[in-house]
T-cell receptor, first 117, second 111 residues
Framework: SAVISQKPSRDICQRGTSLTIQCQVD?????MFWYRQQPGQSLTLIAT?????????ESGFVIDKFPISRPNLTFSTLTVSNMSPEDSSIYLC??????????????FGEGSWLTVV | QKEVEQNSGPLSVPEGAIASLNCTYS??????FFWYRQYSGKSPELIMF????GDKEDGRFTAQLNKASQYVSLLIRDSQPSDSATYLC???????????FGQGTTLQVKP
């Protein structure tokens, strides 16, 4: 399995500010994924980050609001821009890793818990 | 129709009983199926994954997959109070890496 570290683990942010979340993986991975989990909700994919190319955003998410960097095969950042209380969520970094002989699986980091006030 | 459906619960079982968690999905081309456990205030933790029809056992957990019926389940034997959590079913359609999550089922195991 992959070991995924996220920073910050928690933060309280002021409305209108931006925050960058970092994700570090202990092995090289092709694709890294950013998910959001709003209070009481399930997980929703924000975007897929591939090294050396622009991130691919899901419907409802745009680069201006959630810019992503992927400078190498072990690291990515997600910025939540111009935050509002609706952005209060858990933001999760995930990667594809070894499952078993049948195929791969997806592992999650510990998450970054953001509260916007 | 939601892409991945779960009963939100709560599902309440007595300690020592078998807890049965169910999930249906709409995309017949889905390849891989996952169960994640999420404790309150924590991130999801992968507990089982299954790719082929049939049963897959790991300790007290058994995942069951029926692709013809588009149905995947998780059985937890000898349920413990520490199993009380939200269980998320996730479906991976193929090579995109885009996991589709259900809303989760809250399990309560009562001593």
């Amino acid at each position: 399995s992959a070991v995924i570290s996220q920073k910050p683990s928690r933060d309280i942010c002021q409305r209108g500010t931006s925050l960058t979340i970092q994700c570090q993986v202990d092995s090289q991975v092709t694709m890294m994924f950013w998910y959001r989990q709003q209070p009481g909700q399930s997980l929703t994919l924000i975007a897929t980050a591939n090294q050396g190319s622009e991130a691919t955003y899901e419907s409802g998410f745009v680069i201006d609001k959630f810019p992503i960097s992927r400078p190498n095969l072990t690291f990515s950042t997600l910025t939540v821009s111009n935050m509002s209380p609706e952005d209060s969520s858990i933001y999760l970094c995930s990667v594809e890793g070894d499952g078993d002989n049948s195929g791969n699986t997806i592992y999650f980091g510990e998450g970054s818990w953001l509260t916007v006030v | 129709q939601k892409e991945v459906e779960q009963n939100s619960g709560p599902l309440s079982v007595p300690e020592g009983a078998i807890a049965s968690l169910n999930c249906t999905y709409s995309d017949r081309g889905s390849q891989s199926f996952f169960w994640y456990r999420q404790y309150s205030g924590k991130s999801p933790e992968l507990i089982m994954f299954i790719y082929s029809n049939g049963d897959k056992e790991d300790g007290r957990f058994t995942a069951q997959l029926n692709k013809a019926s588009q149905y995947v389940s998780l059985l937890i034997r000898d349920s413990q109070p520490s199993d009380s959590a939200t269980y998320l079913c996730a479906v991976w359609p193929g090579n995109t890496g885009k996991l589709i999550f259900g809303q989760g089922t809250t399990l309560q195991v009562k001593p």
